[in-house]
């Protein structure tokens, strides 16, 4: 059973997997993209990072943080083991409708074709560029609505549960 945990994004099991998403993106596209990613964002009240955890082993992660009043960016989501992902971006969309978010925006570069293919098919549709990307032509932004989150919760559930 996986266990999805808020976890502080300075911990060692985040800064391990924060690293091999990093690793991976140097690999793909030449950087790390460290560049929009500030750990301390995902401190604040508005904002939130997870762990999903097998047997108290971090195997994916992800957050949100403040964007502007009614939206928040989705970061640094990734996973160890195929599948997983999908679990810590729909918890993270659940809590973002709790904390009264009315937008989700996320943005990834347009050569990582596998994140691009997952949140497609996860419901986010393309976007204008936003915030620091709106510069940047290789980066592809997408935005998902609460309505649009609350539509596939009515249709899935998830099998999780949360660490204590």
């Known amino acids: 059973m996986i266990e999805i945990c808020q976890a502080d994004p300075n911990s060692k099991q985040s800064q391990k997997l924060i690293g091999a998403l990093s690793a991976s993106l140097l690999t793909l596209s030449g950087t790390p993209a460290f560049e929009y990613f500030n750990e301390s964002e995902f401190n604040d009240e508005k904002a939130i990072f997870l762990l999903a955890k097998r047997n108290g082993i971090a195997i994916a992660c992800g957050g949100f943080r403040y964007l502007q009043p009614g939206t928040c960016e989705i970061k640094r989501v990734y996973s160890h083991q195929r599948g997983v992902g999908k679990w810590v971006l729909k918890e993270l969309e659940i809590l973002a409708l709790i904390k009264g978010y009315q937008h989700i925006n996320l943005a990834t570069r347009q050569s990582n074709t596998q ?50």
């Open 115 to 164: 994140a691009v293919q997952f949140y497609l098919k996860h419901g986010y549709h393309f976007t204008a560029p936003f915030g620091p990307y709106v510069h940047h032509k290789h980066y592809v932004s997408f935005a998902k609505t609460a309505t649009a989150v609350q539509q596939q919760l009515s249709t899935k559930k998830a099998q999780l549960n949360y660490c204590a």
